[in-house]
């Protein structure tokens, strides 16, 4: 069947898989919904994009995104609110941030109109399959990878860019226990590391295996020069609370501007807390471990929200994070949510609803 709708041609399924999905035990990412948004880059240009079914692609062997990696993507949520009403959170963000991958890895830069547009039609079309339960939304991963053929190293001539969506639930299952890097790196300076390029989560594979062989979950990135700064946690933004005062480190080529960081930011100001965007050594968390200062560890980002850290290992010693009566994980993930969710106020002008 087909419609248009928002000036975006629409090809709806003939099968829909949504009585399938149990919607009370969603993990995360891993059921997808009916449809998908489909634009292809060629002859020079962004075609119209279309929301079509979900289904495979066929790539010929020779497609440069499977030798040289031009790849980047995105993650954002959807929820529905009491009113079935649907809400993306800074949504513009994210495509804005996926054109300033897009530029790193020399891939042509989406219209944001393409985007945007493309995305309220397909939430429209599968406005059923996003979850109203508690802690439960809908994944949005949108992502650009290249499709053109030839050994040759160089920028590929056509791209696909999608906007695939899963009913997702919670991203891990409890505090995570992490282990502070002193090998590996995640970035480097002028590397990509600001960049969603899909590389450097293959690259964190690996040492992520070693750290989890050890009994930790996560690894915590410091700088690839001096392993001496703490920078993210695993895919999520860092924040350290020492006494009152919460710190995380400033973005740079190698720390990604997270949006949930930067809501965090200005969240926490907005209710007095003390926030410090400075470089942070590790040496400093390890000492007001000892000295009981330390009060939390968390990571911020998209997919998990916010992820209390229960403790971490360094230098083959481990320490705990003691509980607090009144986290500011809690308090934070709460407040981001309630906006999210359309459940307060929303004072910062972040909840974008789809119409
Ligand atoms: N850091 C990295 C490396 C990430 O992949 C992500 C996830 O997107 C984040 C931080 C958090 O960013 P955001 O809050 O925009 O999801
Ligand atoms: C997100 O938080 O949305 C991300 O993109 C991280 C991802 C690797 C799950």
């Not at 959170?89 to 830069?109: G, M, T, V, Y």
């Not at 740079?252 to 100001?269: C, E, M, N, Q």
């Not at 998209?302 to 003691?322: C, K, R």
Request: with cysteine.
């Amino acid at each position: 069947m087909n419609a248009v709708i928002n000036n975006i041609e629409v090809i709806k399924t003939k099968t829909s898989k949504i009585h399938d999905v149990d919607f009370e035990h969603l993990s995360f990412g891993s059921t997808f919904s009916d449809h998908m948004l489909e634009c292809d880059f060629k002859d020079g240009k962004w075609q119209a994009p279309k929301v079509v079914p979900y289904h495979s692609i066929t790539l010929d062997p020779s497609a440069k995104i499977f030798h040289y990696g031009q790849s980047i993507f995105e993650g954002m949520k959807a929820y529905k609110d009491a009113n079935n009403d649907v809400y993306l959170f800074r949504p513009i963000d994210n495509c804005k941030r996926l054109n300033i991958s897009a530029k790193r890895l020399a891939i042509p830069e989406v219209p944001e109109n393409y985007f945007m547009e493309g995305l309220k039609t397909l939430l429209k079309v599968d406005s059923d399959w996003i979850p109203k339960n508690e802690g439960c939304s809908l994944y949005i991963r949108p992502f650009i990878f290249a499709t053109g053929n030839g050994f040759h190293a160089s920028p590929s001539n056509e791209y696909k860019f999608i906007i695939a969506t899963a009913p997702s639930g919670s991203y891990f299952a409890g505090k995570v226990k992490v282990l502070i890097e002193e090998t590996y790196s995640r970035s480097a300076n002028g590397g990509v590391g600001f960049a969603k390029a899909g590389g450097n989560y293959a690259g964190q594979f690996y040492p992520t295996q070693l750290a989890i062989e050890k009994g930790y979950q996560q690894v915590i990135w410091t700088d690839d020069n001096t392993h001496e700064y703490i920078e993210e946690a695993g895919a999520m933004n860092i924040f350290i609370r020492i006494n009152d005062t919460l710190i995380t480190g400033p973005t740079s080529d190698r720390i990604l501007d997270g949006i949930t960081r930067k809501s965090v930011i200005d969240i926490a100001k907005a209710e007095g807390i003390s926030v410090e965007i400075r470089k942070i050594k590790v040496h400093e968390v390890v000492a007001a471990a000892r000295n009981g200062t330390l009060r939390e560890m968390f990571g911020a980002g998209t997919a998990a929200v916010i992820s209390p850290i229960s403790g971490f290992g360094y230098h083959g010693e481990d320490f705990d994070i003691p509980e607090q009566s009144k986290p500011y994980a809690g308090f934070l993930k709460k407040r981001i949510t309630d906006i999210q969710t359309n459940k307060c106020e929303d004072p910062f002008g972040w909840r974008f609803k789809v119409e």
